[in-house]
């Protein structure tokens, strides 16, 4: 059975960072790539950033380029997101899925975790 749980979020204040992990079970961790979602108030959930399965490729929503870094642990089976000079844009509720590849956006499972709320306030 998938089970993906993500680290507890928090509040940061504009220009500030902070950084995300979910760890995954019940599937075959180095046989997928990793991403990142976020669901905004009243929003879709929306893509936000992938790694391949070897770690070595990366994509990123264009307006978090150059600001989050995604990265991937096999040992433990953790993605985790580096996210700096944050704005009032990116709060959201953050959660992580699997991908066929790192390229496609689409989540491989259908069943989430519970997702993190990240706060960006001052």
């Known amino acids: 059975q998938v089970h993906i749980v993500e680290s507890e979020g928090g509040l940061v204040q504009p220009g500030g960072s902070l950084t995300l992990s979910c760890t995954a079970s019940?599937?075959?961790?180095?046989?997928?790539?990793m991403s990142w979602y976020r669901q905004s108030p009243g929003k879709e959930r929306e893509w936000v950033a992938a790694?391949?399965?070897?770690?070595?490729?990366?994509n990123y929503l264009d307006s978090v380029k150059g600001r989050f870094t995604m990265s991937r642990d096999y040992a433990k089976k953790t993605v985790s997101l580096q996210m700096s000079n944050l704005t009032p844009d990116d709060t959201a509720v953050y959660y992580c899925?699997?991908?066929?590849?790192?390229?496609?956006?689409?989540?491989?499972?259908?069943?989430w975790g519970q997702g993190t709320q990240v706060t960006v306030s001052s």
């Open positions: 899925n699997a991908n066929m590849y790192y390229y496609d956006r689409s989540p491989h499972f259908r069943s």
């Open positions: 019940g599937f075959i961790f180095n046989s997928f790539a």
């Open positions: 790694i391949s399965i070897g770690g070595t490729e990366t």
